[in-house]
């Protein structure tokens, strides 16, 4: 069995004196992540959707801000404007910490990384870790990016706002949390499911179909269930204003991060007791 033949091929296979410390793997994780083409593919991708979007929407608006309803003018959130983008960017970074795991599933190199470091927990951590910081230094970079952008073109109409305005700052820097929270439960979910296609489907199916469905529920159970779905949850943090009956930006942020430490436990216990 891997989990008793593990630790001897890593001792063997290491100089005397030479231990697996948690610095160590996570080094190792870095290579690893460097390493991979489709790294810099989906990150390059995920700044761009954030950029473009932004772009796209605040130009579109800033040419038509004149010849707005004064319902649509009632609902303008330039801040949402120029952050639109983050609804695409979810699934690039979910689907790029879905790789980050499977991809060793799919190659065997999930059984070296298993004997280098026989323990298996370090491993977990050292991806979080990796991805983490990675991911959450592009993500806010984006989210500051598409901002700043966005409201070049809209406050050519004097239609833009600033970070000094309430809770703008803490939209902008929510977008790029709330990315890299995707991200890790993508990571968490290819741990648990180790098939490329079969998490990215239910993370999709986490962000994109479960409040839809939810919000055919009647609404003396809507109400008391959709404020604590994931997605309704985590997003109250990247927005300006957010719409009664939900939970308070950073209360939904926090809940949104509870989902992840569930999914890193259940996936960390799956790494532990099944064979790779």
């Keep these: 069995m891997t989990t008793l033949t593990a630790p001897a091929a890593a001792d063997a296979s290491m100089p005397p004196g030479v231990k697996v410390t948690h610095a160590r793997v996570a080094a190792s994780e870095?290579?690893?992540?460097?390493?991979?083409?489709?790294?810099?593919?989906?990150?390059?991708?995920?700044?761009?959707?954030?950029?473009?979007?932004?772009?796209?929407?605040?130009?579109?608006?800033?040419?038509r801000f004149s010849s707005m309803s004064?319902?649509?003018?009632?609902?303008y959130d330039p801040t949402a404007t120029s952050l639109r983008g983050v609804f695409m960017a979810q699934l690039t970074i979910g689907v790029l910490g879905v790789l980050t795991v499977t991809g060793e599933y799919a190659t065997g190199m999930i059984r070296s990384s298993v004997s280098a470091a026989p323990r298996r927990l370090p491993l977990v951590w050292a991806k979080l870790i990796v991805f983490g910081?990675?991911?959450?230094?592009?993500?806010?970079a984006s989210a500051f990016g598409a901002f700043f952008l966005g409201q070049a073109l809209l406050n050519a109409q004097h239609?833009?706002?600033?970070?000094?305005?309430?809770g703008v700052?803490?939209?902008?820097?929510?977008?790029?949390?709330?990315?890299?929270?995707?991200?890790?439960?993508?990571?968490?979910?290819?741990?648990?499911?180790?098939?490329?296609?079969?998490?990215?489907?239910?993370l999709f199916g986490v962000l994109l179909i479960l409040p839809p469905l939810m919000s055919a529920l009647p609404d003396?159970?809507?109400?008391?269930?959709?404020p604590y779905l994931p997605t309704?949850?985590?997003?109250?943090?990247?927005?300006?204003?957010?719409?009664?009956?939900?939970l308070a930006p950073w209360n939904g942020f926090v809940v949104f991060c509870l989902y992840l430490v569930l999914a890193v436990a259940a996936g960390a216990i799956s790494l532990r007791r099944r064979d790779v």
Aim: with cysteine.
């Design 169 to 202: 700052f803490r939209a902008v820097l929510g977008t790029g949390l709330y990315l890299t929270v995707v991200g890790l439960i993508g990571v968490a979910l290819g741990w648990i499911v180790r098939h490329t296609a079969g998490a990215i489907a239910t």
């Design 220 to 226: 003396s159970w809507g109400r008391h269930i959709n």
């Design 232 to 246: 309704n949850a985590g997003q109250e943090v990247l927005t300006v204003h957010p719409e009664p009956g939900m």
């Design 159 to 166: 239609a833009g706002t600033t970070l000094a305005a309430p």
């Design 133 to 140: 910081l990675v991911s959450g230094m592009v993500c806010t």
């Design 70 to 75: 004064p319902a649509e003018l009632a609902k």
């Design 30 to 63: 870095w290579a690893k992540f460097f390493s991979l083409r489709s790294s810099y593919l989906v990150l390059a991708a995920t700044v761009l959707v954030m950029a473009g979007f932004g772009v796209l929407f605040s130009g579109v608006t800033a040419n």
